[in-house]
């Protein structure tokens, strides 16, 4: 069940960050609140994850996934370009999170 409460945190967590631009700076009241229920979900999902799963290696996949999967709803849905140098970084992000969970193997 951790896993999956991870995911939906991370899930809970894009939608939000994705919602962020169309709250006008928190002025427009559906998008902010659509906001603001996304990030209180996304935090409470990751605190059930952490009965189970380590803080570092539940943070690392929440923040590296969550930061990738923006980039690509930017891509994708904002009309946001994706560059040789972004999919890179995007790939980096992906290869720490990789490493910090093979570092915390047992």
């Not at 999956?4 to 631009?21: D, R």
């Not at 994850?49 to 803080?55: A, C, E, F, H, K």
């Amino acid at each position: 069940m951790a896993w999956l409460f991870l995911g939906l945190a991370i899930s809970c967590e894009v939608i939000a960050t994705s919602l962020l631009k169309s709250t006008d700076g928190f002025t427009r009241l559906w998008p902010t609140l659509t906001c603001l229920a996304g990030y209180a979900g996304a935090f409470y999902l990751l605190t059930l994850s952490l009965r189970q799963l380590q803080v570092g290696t539940a943070y690392a996949i929440w923040s590296g996934l969550g930061t990738v999967a923006i980039a690509l709803v930017g891509a994708a849905f904002l009309n946001e370009p994706v560059t040789l140098l972004k999919a890179f970084g995007m790939a980096l992000v992906i290869a720490g999170v990789v490493v910090l969970n093979l570092g915390g193997a047992h």
